[in-house]
């Protein structure tokens, strides 16, 4: 059964010609162990495990191979075949899009004897792939400390600020891994299951290479080896025969297709040749997506919210954007169902915290005083402007990768339009994917970018990384005693309920002061053949545990 996402259509929505021209569930902890069985299956219907044959998919290039020295998504689908994490999301047909329940991955067990102290036991008998210079042996808490000292101390490492409360981990014994915090982090092991730069890596790997920049050493516990890499087009990974979980993978082997052609893409969905929809989370696009309904009814379908906001950044240390009034201006100038209607098709406007997140995301009807700026009000925008001393309006630029997909091109030219009506003068800026992540995203910039920010598997990672003072990853150089002291106050609270009231009270008031100007999520339509069994989309980068978890059936 699909769940439609209505969206309004009393305003006529812009053709691409036309845009144009115009120039558009959190707080779970490990030692719960929880286990998650809705009365059906949400995605593919299960069956019987069936092991063998290759999966075809569409991938992108990695920027490099070392989880500490880059935010790169592409880099961390990748590695999700090849490694492991204390904990992790769980995976299968039974879990419903938006719903990131932490369950254990190479640890076994863990004990909290208080609010501070974490200690960790690790499966016994875990093996390394079998390649040099690790070998095939045992995965010790050695290398779980290994792994976390130089998550702390790499000074490029820009997701530090995600690990800020661990104060240090010590060894117990050799299955057992202790870490010892600064201060209460309620959000800790959710942070710990993230598939981005958790991943436990072999010191060996490290020494020997200096870093784990090159693709000899992407060298894991994970459940797929990387047999080949071939820049440009495609990867290999081979079903790695000593994984811990019992039976996975069940498929032989993954190819993942470089494609840097999204029509490309789609040709080989509509004909076979891949297994999942070709977008970003193995999705279709909206703007394809009558046509191969169409052609393909019996292909499996499913929407759901994004949990990624699109945004506008700023410096917000820098004249003008530290003025609210031109933050409010810029908010109130960008019509947000316009941008909907134009180009993603169905969507929703959203707080700092993507409404996929529903758990966690307040609707913007209910954001209070700041629910005003999310209105569309050309009018209000050039008041406030001229109230700031900008009668005229200003120039800058407008930041945006190419990378996403041409959709997010066409929304910034529409953004940009949106803003000229108002008096700013953005210049168009497109810039290639990697130095995007690895300048303008980390706020490396100048005037505006406009790109997806803060992907949501909890609320605190999100909020703490773009509003927090001390974040390493705060975007928009947001320095705001009050919000600091809210994030922080969260991550603290051990009631749920309290903490809730808090992340409302956090969305409120960024609502209110506009740092980032939050726009929509995107309906997101996850596609797959009918042959491809045990699988359900989700909106994270791990690709390799859905992979593993999956089965052929043709």
Excluded: C
Excluded at 142 to 155: H, S
Excluded at 380 to 391: I, K, S
């Amino acid at each position: 059964m699909e769940t439609r996402y209505p969206t309004r259509r009393t305003v006529r929505r812009l053709s691409r010609r036309e845009l144009l021209k115009a120039g558009l569930t959190a707080g779970v902890t490990l030692s719960a162990l929880p286990l998650y069985s809705p009365p059906a299956l949400w995605g593919a219907d299960a069956g019987q495990p069936k092991r063998g044959g290759i999966l075809h998919v569409r991938g992108w290039d990695p920027a490099h191979f070392d989880p500490h020295l880059t935010i790169n998504n592409f880099t961390n689908y990748m590695l999700s075949f090849v490694y492991s994490r204390l904990a992790r999301h769980k995976v299968g047909a039974d879990i419903q899009p938006g719903t990131f329940i932490v369950e254990p991955d190479l640890a076994e067990r863990l004990d909290t004897p208080d609010d501070t102290t974490y200690v960790f036991h690790l499966r016994k008998g875990v093996k390394w792939h079998n390649k040099p210079p690790v070998n095939g042996r045992e995965l010790v808490a050695e290398d779980v400390k290994f792994t976390y000292d130089r998550f702390l101390t790499e000074t490029a490492n820009a997701n530090r600020y995600m690990l800020e409360p661990l104060d240090r981990v010590e060894v117990v014994d050799r299955y057992t891994v202790q870490f010892l915090l600064k201060e209460p982090f309620v959000w800790f092991v959710n942070t710990l299951a993230y598939p981005w730069s958790m991943w436990i890596v072999a010191p060996e790997v490290v020494q020997h290479y200096g870093d784990l920049k090159k693709v000899e050493t992407a060298i894991g516990t994970g459940p797929f080896m990387l047999e080949r890499y071939e820049p440009n087009v495609k990867a290999v990974f081979t079903r790695n025969p000593e994984y811990f979980r019992p039976g996975q993978p069940y498929v032989d082997a993954v190819e993942w297709l470089i494609i840097p052609d999204e029509s490309t893409g789609l040709a080989m969905y509509r004909t076979g040749k891949i297994d999942l929809g070709p977008q970003i989370n193995w999705a279709v696009r909206q703007q394809d997506l009558e046509s191969l309904k169409q052609s393909h009814p019996h292909l499996i379908y499913r929407d759901f919210l994004s949990v990624t906001p699109g945004a506008i950044i700023m410096r917000t240390d820098q004249p003008p954007f530290n003025d609210a009034r031109v933050r409010h201006a810029i908010s109130h100038a960008i019509d947000r169902q316009g941008l909907i209607e134009a180009v993603g098709g169905r969507g929703a406007p959203t707080p700092a915290v993507a409404r996929g997140l529903v758990d966690w995301s307040l609707p913007v009807d209910q954001l209070g005083a700041g629910a005003k700026y999310y209105q569309y009000d050309p009018k209000e925008a050039r008041r406030l402007l001229a109230e700031a001393g900008f009668p005229k309006g200003f120039k800058t630029s407008l930041t945006v990768t190419n990378g996403l997909g041409r959709d997010l091109i066409d929304d910034a030219q529409l953004v940009q339009r949106y803003l000229k009506d108002v008096g700013i003068e953005a210049e168009l800026r497109i810039q290639e994917h990697g130095a995007y992540m690895a300048t303008t995203i980390q706020g490396k910039f100048d005037g505006l970018v406009r790109g997806p920010f803060g992907i949501a598997w909890e609320p605190d990672a999100p909020l703490y990384r773009s509003y927090a003072a001390d974040s390493s990853w705060n975007a928009a150089h947001v320095n705001d005693p009050t919000i600091t002291a809210m994030l922080k106050e969260q991550r603290r609270t051990q009631d749920l309920e309290a903490r809730k009231k808090l992340i409302f009270a956090i969305q409120r008031y960024a609502a209110e002061q506009q740092y980032y100007v939050y726009l929509n999520v995107a309906i997101l339509t996850g596609s797959w053949q009918p042959y491809v069994k045990n699988y359900a989309p989700n909106q994270t980068y791990d690709y390799g545990s859905r992979a593993a978890a999956l089965w052929l059936d043709r």
